[in-house]
């Protein structure tokens, strides 16, 4: 994905650092051809226009001419917008607590790949321990319910379906009951689909939603059909007012205008995106991991330097230092979780150097309580222990769990957890700028 803008922005951004040092004149040179790589990506052209407005406010600027290494600031700058326009993101499908049934619907043209995405969507919930229902809504097809059964057989989840029923409203609502006395906990609608978008489509569509107040609306479009797919979801938004977009088939899309326009276009997010036909083939789209990916490594190898220029040197080398030597105690880990912590500040930081994307995000799921069990453990150990975990026996290990109130494997998953991190850490000191970047992608 995204293949044709990854070769026309680095081709643009060595055009850039071509020419010396940089005037007005040459700046707006390269930023032309910045804006031939997103027309030539299928992006619309409204979306490319208010793109290059910002981009060019930016860059022209005195601030980035005068600067050091105004090139490097245009990939910053690129990057900064590309994200923007396809974020921010929430990426959670709102779920209500167990006990009640959290309805979900799913919808989309013949073709975008809506029935293949109930199904993944109900594999990523199962595997979230949650147990979800799949219910065929859609009764234009008889095809579409034997496939939504396929589906759920080979993923074990339950299928609702009523072949007698004419009215899919009146399927959706009884599969609400049913999924309350089976003790599903969440139902995923598979609505109709049609070839075009037309109103009897959207009326059913509308009426699904007034009676069965879905906690979250999807559409998926399929990534392939390019500025159709941007069209079907601003059309869509329009009756539905839907809460995100499931980009489909960006596995065999190259050039990636879809995923660029949609947030723009129609001010809702794209949530999640298929990568594939597999069942397990869809992931959480990260607006920062696009941009990565569609600036390419050596682009985002000098704005990662550029970036580190910003922080307190000082600290780093003192860092660095005691990492030198070998030294990363638990004390230090507690130091890194506790800064990891407090609010935002982690994530601002790491969101500004690219590739610390995943490592932000599983930061972000570290909830306080959880946190305060961490440093419960640490803190109930002695200075010796602390210093060296190997100290750390069967005994001490049911002595620590009992002073911090939780159970012996806790205090062994923190000290894998510490090992980790250790690792991380000290590979990160030894090695070059070119294998950290190598070790923050992996
Ligand atoms: P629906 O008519 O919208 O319900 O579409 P389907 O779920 O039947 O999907 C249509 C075709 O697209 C099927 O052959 C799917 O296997 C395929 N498909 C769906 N999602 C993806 C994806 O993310 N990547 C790829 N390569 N194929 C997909």
Known sequence: MFESLQDGLSSAFKSLRGQGKLSESNMRDGLKLVERSLLEADVSFEVARHFM???TEKAIGEKVLKSLNPQQQVVGIVYEELKELMGPVDHSLHLKNKKDVTVLMMCGLQGAGKTTTCGKLGKLLKDGQRNPMLVAADLQRPAAIDQLHVLGEQLGIPVYSDRQEKDPVKVCNDAVKAAKKQGADVVILDTAGRLHIDDELMKQLERIDKQCHPEQIYLTVDAM?????????KAFNEALEIDGVIITKLDGDARGGAALSVKHVTGVPIKFMGTGEKLDALEQFHPERMAQRILG?????????TAQ?????????????????????LDDFRKQMAMIAKPGLMQKMMGMMPGMGAMRDAMSSFDESELKGLFGIIDSMTP???ANTKLIDQSRRRRIAAGAGCEPHQVNELIKQYDA???VMTKMVGGSMRDRMKMLNE
């Open 225 to 233: 059909t390019g500025q159709d797919a941007v069209n079907s979801a």
């Open 384 to 386: 010796a222990e602390k």
């Open 309 to 329: 220029k910003e922080f307190d040197q000082e600290q780093m080398r003192e860092q660095e230092e005691k990492l030198k030597k070998g030294e990363f105690t």
């Open 297 to 305: 490594q050596g682009d985002i190898l000098s704005l990662f330097e």
């Open 421 to 423: 991190m250790a690792q």
């Open 53 to 55: 407005r910002n981009v």
